[in-house]
């Protein structure tokens, strides 16, 4: 029987902030994306290609992708036989927590290249999923800050300050507020670039050079975004739709997967009330 692929993207209250997943994928491609959280993908079969920092990095079996928060970066499998991982998300907060208690590292810490060869922190990610998955409290939580804990150790330190210097960067971020406050109708680009003073090609070259990719890629990022904190409030995916600004459901379908993984409405149902307790 052919392999087909498979992921489950869910939550533990007893981890609360913390997404999880679990997936083999074959031909799946994410787009070019980022998370509110940190990436730490645990990678079991497969290779997994990903654009970061304006190279592709391979992180292959005993291995991890690990991925700041706010970072756009893509993936991919590397071959025919696509890739299998486990990953955790935790919050900037509890890293930041965790980094306090267990290293050195001052300002924001972070990780500080995105590839790491560590198979015992591969099984460390992957005993968190086990735990989760059997209702372990104690474990999940336990293995997850020692699993943080050795990565930010072997591979850790202080992110630079996001800081809007420039005039190009000032213009890129009142685009991106303006894009914010207009998730459902946004404006075109040469309306955008108008009301902003600049023209279309420089607000186009601005806004990537400060957030890696261009307006319509980073609203779609946003939207999808939003579209999960409202699954995560019950929201029925119909309705996310309209509220974020995609046409109808099958929109959503189809961005949401290709960000996230999963479609919004296996995602949703993780989250039901009940549902990893």
Same mark, same amino acid.
């Given at each position: 029987?052919?392999a087909?692929?498979?992921?489950r993207?869910?939550?533990y209250?007893?981890l609360p902030?913390?997404d999880?997943?679990?997936a083999?994928?074959?031909?799946k ?16 079969h ?9 190279s592709l990095q ?6 991890l ?7 756009p970066?893509?993936?991919h499998?590397?071959?025919p ?5 486990g990953?955790?998300y935790p ?9 306090a208690?267990t ?8 990780f ?20 989760a998955?059997e ?9 997850l800050?020692?699993?943080?804990t050795r990565l930010?150790?072997?591979n850790g330190?202080?992110l630079?300050q ?9 213009t ?6 303006v894009l914010e ?6 404006p075109?680009l &040469?309306r955008?670039?108008a009301?902003?003073? @600049?023209?279309?090609?420089? !607000?186009l %070259?601005? =806004?990537?050079?400060?957030? #890696?990719?261009p307006?319509?890629t980073w609203?779609?990022d946003?939207r ?5 904190h409202l699954?995560?409030a019950?929201t029925?995916p119909? &309705?996310?739709?309209?509220l974020?600004?995609? @046409?109808?459901?099958?929109h !959503?379908? %189809?961005? =949401?997967?290709?960000?996230? #993984? ?7 149902k ?6 990893g307790a």
């Amino acid at each position: 029987m052919a392999a087909r692929e498979q992921a489950r993207h869910w939550r533990y209250p007893e981890l609360p902030g913390v997404d999880l997943l679990r997936a083999r994928y074959i031909r799946k491609t994410f787009v070019k994306h980022t998370h509110e959280t940190f990436v730490m993908a645990a990678i079991t079969h497969g290779v997994d290609v990903f654009h970061h920092g304006g190279s592709l990095q391979y992180a292959g079996p005993g291995s991890l992708a690990l991925v700041n928060p706010e970072t756009p970066h893509t993936g991919h499998a590397q071959g025919p036989e696509g890739w299998q991982y486990g990953a955790v998300y935790p919050s900037t907060d509890l890293v930041a927590e965790i980094a306090a208690e267990t290293t050195r590292i001052t300002g924001t810490p972070g990780f500080v290249t995105p590839v790491v060869d560590d198979p015992y922190a591969v099984h460390l990610v992957h005993q968190v999923l086990r735990a989760a998955d059997e209702g372990n409290a104690l474990a999940a939580d336990t293995l997850l800050r020692v699993a943080v804990t050795r990565l930010l150790r072997v591979n850790g330190g202080t992110l630079p300050q996001r800081t809007v210097r420039g005039a190009g960067a000032r213009t890129a971020a009142r685009a991106r507020a303006v894009l914010e406050g207009r998730l459902a109708d946004p404006p075109s680009l &040469e309306r955008l670039a108008a009301g902003l003073g @600049t023209s279309p090609f420089a !607000l186009l %070259r601005a =806004f990537r050079d400060t957030y #890696g990719m261009p307006p319509h890629t980073w609203l779609t990022d946003a939207r999808v975004r939003r579209a999960r904190h409202l699954l995560d409030a019950g929201t029925a995916p119909a &309705e996310v739709a309209s509220l974020v600004g995609f @046409t109808d459901q099958p929109h !959503l379908n %189809r961005h =949401f997967t290709r960000i996230v #993984g999963v479609p919004p409405g296996a995602y949703r149902k993780e989250r039901a009330p009940g549902r990893g307790a």
